[in-house]
């Protein structure tokens, strides 16, 4: 059977090669060889293109092999989010999703690329290489989670990361010139006393503010796997160090194409040129109260980039439940949820409770004196 993808082994003793979180080489972690990204593409070229040509030959039915009377058919849709490939280097079948561009094989740990799934798509322009190591998101999660005191003592005492996995999530950065016009009804409020009057005082004002706004790499992600909430959570990234695309910053990472394109993130990418206006021109606009009466945004598109940017997955479980955390590969930034302990939550709730009937009790015995 042709080799659908390719393992990037080191040339001189055959050990899988790694892109290294914070090196700007790939790396053989066995001999020590380093590689530089113009010299992996240079050597792995041919085996790219002899891989893409076997996987699209075997997706055509080129195997050879009559198996019309082995198993039943699948019903439509059923193979829609996976495919197979198989490692070049110990034989063994890769399950991806459709989208899954780098992988890593379960039996062997040789990085894999499967060239194929690049074909119908753009390539990349940038990426953003990973400066944040695997130890760093192990800790960086046990340190998310100290110091909770909701969170159960199983939890905290037995908690294992199940799961870790370094990936290259695509993104679409949009550019963006803006014309804004916001009018505004704005009021000071004095307070201040005359004799034994306390008076309230109210100046009103008709604001109107105007400005040319130019938001550079807004970003929206291009993966319907990953939830936005959480990737706009673990921004931002810092895209003055993005390099431009190649290949070999996948190895040993899992990739994965977009399936959103950058039409339809469009959309997103509008949303947040909208809000960040309104927050830029409302900031603009000084009084104790403001109301706006009236805006205009003109939007004028810019250029639009494909990215590839760097992000820990960790999922851990409790109680049956899967609990997944997302840490910035590039900076650090983690969020995720966690699980509470019923128990604490009510014990604290009570004790908050305890101190407010406390402090009311003397509070009415404070006025009963006086009375």
């Known amino acids: 059977m042709a080799d659908t993808s390719v393992s990037y082994k080191c040339p001189k003793c055959g050990a899988p090669l790694s892109f290294l979180p914070g090196h700007d080489k790939v790396t053989c972690e066995f001999c020590g060889s380093e590689y530089t990204t113009a010299e992996m593409e240079q050597l792995f070229a041919a085996k790219d293109n002899q891989a893409a040509a076997a996987g699209a030959k075997e997706a055509a039915g080129g195997s050879g092999w009559d198996t019309s009377q082995a198993g039943t058919e699948w019903q439509a849709g059923e193979t829609e989010k996976f495919q197979t490939f198989v490692c070049s280097s110990c034989g063994a079948e890769l399950v991806t999703d459709g989208n899954t561009m780098a992988t890593e094989c379960v039996y062997c740990g040789n990085p ?46 037995h908690n294992r990361v199940e799961a870790i996995q370094s990936l290259y999530v695509p993104f679409w950065l949009f550019d963006s010139q803006v014309h804004a016009l916001f009018h505004y009804d704005a009021a000071n409020v004095k307070m201040y006393q005359e004799g034994n009057d306390d008076v309230k005082e109210t100046e009103h004002y008709n604001c109107v503010r105007e400005a040319d706004i130019q938001f550079k790499k807004i970003p929206a992600d291009g993966s319907k796997k990953m939830d936005d909430d959480y990737m706009d959570s673990i921004e931002p990234f810092n895209y003055e160090e993005m390099v431009p695309f190649t290949t070999a910053y996948l190895t040993g990472h899992l990739a994965d194409k977009y399936d959103v394109t950058a039409e339809e993130s469009a959309v997103r990418a509008e949303a947040r040129v909208n809000a960040s206006t309104k927050a830029i021109m409302d900031a603009s606009v000084e009084f104790d109260t403001v109301n706006v009466t009236d805006s205009k945004i003109d939007k004028t598109g810019g250029d639009v980039k494909y990215a590839m940017v760097p992000v820990w997955i960790l999922t851990t479980k409790y109680d049956g439940k899967p609990y997944t955390f997302m840490m910035n590969g590039q900076t650090g930034k983690f969020i995720g949820s966690l699980p509470t302990d019923k128990g604490k939550e009510n014990k604290y709730m009570a004790m908050a409770f305890g101190a407010v009937l406390v402090a009311a009790v003397i509070i009415i015995n404070v006025v009963s004196r006086l009375l």
């Open 112 to 157: 894999t690329m499967l060239p194929q799934r690049f074909d119908g798509s753009l390539k990349p322009d940038f990426i953003i290489p990973f400066k944040k190591t695997k130890e760093e998101a192990v800790a960086a999660l046990k340190a998310f989670y100290e110091g909770k005191k909701l969170l159960p003592d199983a939890f905290t005492a």
